[in-house]
């Protein structure tokens, strides 16, 4: 081969594979440009190995230039061909240039070879946008309709679902756009976000749409307002007949009416109006609700338990020795009693194995309430407040000299009858106002009734209604010229004076008892 010739070679080979390698575009490709230098190479040293048998044997060995003769067979290159022969003078020039020419190959031929493994590896995908939620703006997805608030505004009320899901203990569910999504009616929420931001519902007047609303309130667990009663409606829409004695006791257990009497016997009433099941005693009781799923009657030696189908489930020998229960009255998991001539308060525990006995009252007790997790207890001169621990933390003595005939709560105050006056007093056991009746009747019942307070003067006749709420609301001069009083806004005459009553609300609507017979009462609402 002539160096002309060489030369011709050595141009086409090396640098066009370079140029080609360069600009091949895809991984095929590059494998045939890789072949094909692999052929070149082969060319080369074919003619290296018959140039070096061509020439006289010299004086020392030559083996291919690049190789190493104990290269390894699994390396990419194969096995050295050189043989021992003597490099003459004339041929020693054109092994140099094809030694450059195996080397240059070489490179080209690692280069491809790394542009390959590039291609071949997959392209990294870029990293997922991060959905964060805004620590003060809340942009919400609410079934499809998309709002903007704050945080501070959905937890306006803590306990509310809204006010749990927007405090930072639950992870919040968010779409593509990173909106909190809420599968909720999106055209109806935003009368719930008016109602966060302004704190009072803004309804439409279509009931349809009204309707709506208030489902979406109940399920946020919001406050929805009750309807307003036009007191000055308020009659006698129905009685209740079957009782052979009088009546007394009422109270609601599960959505029914169960009414007691002195002919020893427990009657309980559906919203119907229909008598479902009838409970005989059997010898004087108090009967009180127990875990909303009995009916608890108390009697001078046996606690028993009732199911709905009026079955006694379960009975427990009380062995005291106080007598006849004449109050009664749950205390969270306690049932507290207590009993005609004697002073005492027995309290059992939750399983009727163990009680205990509250001293300090000086006659018996003849009402018991529950107030602010306290219990409350109130003899003919004294009411006293007692802790869970049974200590009494405060006693109320009566200011009229007369006795307390019966206690109720309502908007967390104390209501206290003495006489012919209903005494208020707040959380802080400090006297707040007072309603004062204009006659000298005694009421020997109390509730609460659509914000409004019920007394039950029996033996005159009649039921008067408090608005009391609108006198607390009263500035500190109205109620120096007030007196401290308040009067009745409705008066509610009974059919029969009896000198025992009792009341309730059931379903909405007030009852009361009139010797044998339940009334229930109730007006329009706006």
Request: net charge negative; charged share 25%.
């Amino acid at each position: 081969m002539s160096q002309g010739d060489h030369e011709k070679t050595n141009c086409n080979g090396p640098d066009a594979a370079t140029s080609a390698a360069v600009s091949l575009p895809t991984p095929t490709e590059l494998r045939r440009a890789i072949d094909s230098l692999d052929a070149r190479q082969l060319a080369l040293e074919a003619r290296f190995e018959s140039l070096l048998l061509a020439a006289p044997v010299g004086q020392h060995h030559a083996g291919m230039p690049g190789r190493k003769e104990n290269d390894s067979d699994d390396d990419d290159s194969r096995p050295c061909r050189a043989s021992p022969v003597a490099a003459s003078p004339t041929v020693l020039p054109v092994l140099s240039e094809l030694s450059r020419a195996v080397e240059a190959l070489r490179a080209d031929h690692d280069a491809l070879l790394a542009h390959v493994e590039a291609q071949a590896q997959p392209s990294a995908a870029p990293a997922p946008k991060e959905r964060t939620v805004d620590a003060v703006v809340a942009k919400l997805n609410v079934g499809g309709v998309h709002y903007v608030t704050t945080r501070s505004t959905l937890s306006k009320y803590p306990d509310s679902m809204l006010g749990a899901l927007f405090s930072g203990r639950f992870q919040l569910q968010l779409d593509d756009e990173g909106r909190v999504f809420i599968d909720r009616d999106g055209d109806v929420f935003g009368a719930v976000l008016s109602f966060l931001r302004v704190g009072r519902w803004l309804l439409p007047p279509e009931p349809h749409a009204v309707e709506r609303i208030r489902a979406e309130a109940e399920y946020f667990g919001l406050p929805w307002p009750e309807p307003e009663l036009d007191i000055g409606t308020v009659r006698c829409k129905a009685q209740l007949l079957g009782h052979q004695a009088k009546i007394t006791a009422l109270l609601v257990w599960n959505g029914r009416l169960v009414s007691a009497d002195y002919d020893r016997t427990v009657r309980v009433w559906t919203p119907d109006r229909k008598c479902v099941g009838v409970v005989d005693v059997g010898e004087p009781f108090m009967v009180a609700v127990w875990r909303n799923d009995y009916l608890a009657t108390v009697t001078d030696t046996l606690i028993r338990l009732w199911n709905a189908e009026c079955e006694c489930t379960r009975a427990v020998v009380t062995s005291v020795d106080e007598g006849v229960p004449m109050a009664v009255q749950v205390w969270r998991d306690r049932l507290v009693c207590g009993f005609y001539a004697c002073a005492d308060i027995r309290v059992w525990m939750s399983d009727f194995e163990d009680s205990r006995v509250l001293r300090g009252h000086r006659e018996e007790v003849s009402s018991l309430a529950e107030w602010g997790g306290n219990l409350v207890s109130a003899d003919d001169r004294d009411v006293r407040i007692w802790d869970w621990d049974c200590q009494c933390l405060h006693v109320v003595k009566s200011s009229l000299g007369q006795g307390v005939s019966c206690l109720t709560v309502h908007n967390d105050h104390l209501f206290i009858t003495q006489r012919a006056t209903i005494q208020v007093y707040n959380a802080a056991f400090a006297l707040e106002c007072a309603l004062c009746s204009d006659d000298e009747a005694l009421p020997v019942a109390l509730t609460a009734w659509h914000g409004y307070v019920v007394s039950y003067s029996a033996a005159a006749g009649f039921m008067d209604v408090w608005s009391a709420d609108q006198f607390w609301n009263a500035d500190e001069r109205e109620r120096s010229e007030a007196g401290l009083f308040a009067h009745p806004v409705l008066r509610l005459k009974t059919t029969v004076k009896v000198q025992s009553g009792t009341l309730a609300v059931w379903d909405g609507k007030l009852v009361s008892s009139e010797d044998r017979v339940i009334k229930i009462w109730d007006g329009r609402y706006s």
